[in-house]
């Protein structure tokens, strides 16, 4: 899979850009400031309909403008199709297919498969809970974008069981019965779309666990690959497998305390992708607080890594990015990273120096400054 062709309207600091790619290597090269990371951070949007730096679409939206438009031709086994997405802030996103609206935006998500390595990655390890819940729920809806829908019904549902539990504290006789019964029903919504996000979590974090520990050997010195491990860690005890009945368990169990708090304790929302380094259990240890500068960088690249693999084991090759990421790193670590992916069937890359760009990785380059992008 890869990008043939890019277009850009009122994204980030473009008023307009049209930008033909081909397949292998190509490295956009400049100044901070002058948008290189927009370029690739485009791509990236069509792939999971959301931004490696921002959390909201509004800073997307060029400053005067109405809407963004980002319009992709992918090529796939030797087809192409036209993707498009409308950024509306304040208003519904749409989505296109070869000029074919969708019903809904999210629908375009996994259709173009990227995995970006950049500076940010490093709240993988040194982050909160959050940014590892959100790397997990990314790469399930690349692997299955039903579950796009799956998560964002978690968040309604969530977000109105909180605010029932706010009227709950201070809700008293015929009121709070009625509220009572009312938080029942959420309670109902809530194990039924939570069980199966969390499932989908543990699964993926089971089948992520290879190719993570293969991923650190390659880019740690002198690691082997069981030093670095995951486990995902779930505020609902039980079976994997069918997590309904515990979770209805443990709702009941903490009801009080969460009508006392106003907020929902148990669920995704509230669970931990666990990451740890030792070469034994016995010797292991959290990598947040523990570990190194060197050797979170290595695990935040060996969690990007093992997502690219898993992909790749899908029967679909990922859209690579590497923004700015070999600034971060020394020599042998660029040298290492970039044998492991050279042979992607696109690579993006952006750097401010040519001379961050390992020789692996030298392909097509583009000078980019004042907004203008060149070919060199």
Do not use: C
């Not at 030093?227 to 995902?232: H, P, S, V």
């Amino acid at each position: 899979m890869h990008v043939a062709h890019l277009t850009l309207h009122d994204f980030r600091s473009y008023p307009e850009l049209e930008l033909a790619l081909e397949p292998g290597v190509t490295a956009f090269v400049g100044r901070n400031g002058q948008g290189k990371t927009n370029l690739v951070e485009a791509i990236d949007y069509l792939s999971r309909l959301g931004s490696h730096r921002v959390a909201s679409d509004a800073p997307l939206i060029r400053a005067g403008a109405s809407q963004s438009v980002v319009r992709a031709a992918v090529v796939k086994d030797g087809r192409t199709a036209v993707l498009e997405v409308e950024l509306n802030p304040g208003r519904a996103n749409r989505a296109r297919i070869n000029r074919s609206p969708l019903t809904r935006a999210r629908d375009i998500v996994g259709i173009v498969r990227t995995v970006v390595f950049s500076p940010e990655d490093l709240a993988l390890v040194k982050g909160d809970p959050s940014d590892r819940r959100r790397f997990l729920d990314d790469l399930l809806v690349l692997r299955t974008p039903r579950l796009a829908g799956v998560r964002s019904d978690y968040d309604r549902v969530l977000k109105q069981r909180n605010s029932l539990l706010k009227t709950l504290y201070a809700a008293r006789g015929s009121a709070r019965d009625a509220a009572l019964a009312t938080l029942a029903v959420w309670d109902e919504q809530l194990v039924a779309v939570g069980s199966e996000l969390l499932a989908a979590r543990i699964r993926l974090t089971d089948d992520l666990a290879p190719y993570l520990g293969k991923a650190y050997e390659a880019v740690a010195r002198g690691a082997s690959r069981d030093d670095a491990r995951i486990a995902y860690r779930s505020t609902v005890p039980g079976d994997a497998d069918d997590p309904r009945p515990a979770y209805v368990e443990e709702l009941a169990r903490r009801q009080r305390d969460e009508i006392d708090r106003g907020l929902t304790l148990v669920g995704p929302h509230r669970d931990e992708l666990e990451l740890t380094l030792g070469p034994g259990d016995d010797a292991r240890l959290p990598v947040k607080g523990y570990a190194s500068h060197g050797e979170s960088w290595s695990f935040a690249l060996a969690l990007r890594l093992a997502a690219y693999d898993l992909l790749r084991s899908d029967g679909d090759d990922p859209i690579l990015v590497l923004d700015d990421v070999f600034a971060e790193l020394d020599a042998g670590r660029r040298s290492q990273l970039a044998a492991l992916v050279a042979g992607a069937e696109q690579v993006l890359v952006t750097a401010a120096v040519e001379e961050d760009v390992p020789p692996e990785l030298r392909g097509t380059t583009f000078r980019v400054a004042g907004g203008e992008v060149t070919r060199a």
